[in-house]
């Protein structure tokens, strides 16, 4: 198993991780500072002091019970689909990370008006998060509809990578899941490429309907939505971690 030093070393593709794109869009209205000022504190999650690791289970001190499980969320746009997904799943932990506070307020209001109280909030880059987790610390991870960087010069922005993979690899636990979608063949492509080479991960797909029918109770999200009425069809891509 790997120590808690940090993320797998870069490689020729992956450089010391960045983040790429904007922390904020429009101009936040007063309901949206409200929220970003009161209860956006209550739920971030800091990372520990002295490079400790990070026990999630211990980020749901309002659960009447320990969290049956923890799921992550990376990029989790407006958060329509971790704001389904928590309010279908009380009894489950979900942390989502997105640096973008626009839609840091959208899943904010949906906290308030559903009153869910098993998600919390990483609003910077969650690589520092990923490398702070122990290992077999999580049993799902999404990654639905990331940047796709299209130009061939932008492609290592991607966030898969080969060390990505091998930290998802070393977080969840035996039989957990990585679910990945994308509307951009090249980038669905791109993570088959990848997860193939990484011993960790196993594509689970048996039909031509494993990749191109959503996940079961599968929420939607608006990207999704305008990605379908563009005529561009998402992939769904399931991967499971291998025994240890």
């Avoid at 979608?181 to 031509?208: F, H, K, N, Q």
Wanted: include cysteine.
């Amino acid at each position: 198993m790997s120590d808690l030093s940090g993320p797998a070393a870069p490689t020729a593709e992956e450089p010391e991780r960045a983040f790429f794109g904007r922390r904020k869009g429009k101009r936040l209205r007063g309901q949206q500072e409200r929220r970003l000022a009161d209860l956006l504190p209550a739920l971030r999650v800091d990372l520990p002091p002295d490079d400790r690791p990070l026990d999630p289970r211990t980020l749901f001190p309002d659960l009447t019970a320990a969290p049956e499980a923890i799921w992550l969320e990376i990029g989790f746009g407006g958060g329509e689909h971790l704001a389904a997904q928590a309010e279908a799943h009380p009894g489950i932990g979900f942390i989502g990370a997105e640096p973008f506070v626009n839609g840091v307020v959208k899943l904010l209001a949906a906290i308030e008006e559903r009153g869910l109280r098993n998600i919390r909030i990483r609003d910077e880059d969650v690589t520092a998060l990923l490398a702070r987790l122990p290992d077999a610390s999580l049993e799902r991870i999404y990654l639905l509809y990331p940047d796709p960087w299209p130009k061939r010069r932008q492609r290592k922005r991607r966030f898969v990578s080969e060390g990505t993979l091998a930290e998802f690899g070393r977080v969840l636990k035996d039989g957990g899941l990585f679910r990945f979608a994308s509307d951009i063949d090249d980038y669905a492509g791109w993570t088959l490429a990848r997860a193939a080479r990484c011993p960790t991960l196993r594509w689970t797909a048996r039909s031509v309907r494993d990749w191109t029918q959503p996940f079961p109770g599968w929420p939607g999200t608006r990207y999704e939505a305008k990605a379908l009425e563009a005529g561009r069809r998402p992939t769904y891509l399931d991967f499971v971690r291998l025994p240890r």
